[in-house]
Nanobody, 125 residues
């Protein structure tokens, strides 16, 4: 399993970024996918997830109405569109896949996941 996240950078508060994650080494369409983030000195936390089948989305309350997760099963890609960014969104963002097919990353469960290498998002005030 390989997960390659990209698209991070430095942006001013109120700005937008679009993160991408290229997946390989597994049957992508059989796996729900997720985004997590980790700020300095804090634990890694759930951001958003999208199911394998119907593309059902779930976003953390802290990003709801600002971030949108999506996927393209033909390209083996997931995306995180981030709008109205805030300094509190500053973190390393990771894409994740469950270790078992037919599952989707859950908000309160960070175990049993494959992780990408992360991409830094920095939001200045």
């Amino acid at each position: 399993v390989q997960l390659q996240a990209s698209g991070g950078g430095l942006v001013q508060a109120g700005g937008s970024l679009r993160l991408s994650c290229a997946a390989s080494g597994f049957t992508f369409s059989r796996y729900g996918m997720g985004w997590f983030r980790q700020a300095p000195g804090k634990e890694r936390e759930f951001v958003a997830a999208i199911s394998w089948r119907k593309g059902i989305r779930h976003h953390a309350d802290s990003v709801k109405d600002r971030f949108t997760v999506s996927r393209d099963n033909l390209k083996n890609m997931i995306y995180l569109q981030m709008n109205n960014l805030k300094p509190g969104d500053t973190a390393v963002y990771y894409c994740a896949a469950p270790e078992r097919e037919w599952e989707t990353p859950q908000e309160k469960e960070l175990l049993n996941l494959y992780w990408g290498q992360g991409t830094q998002v920095t939001v200045s005030s």
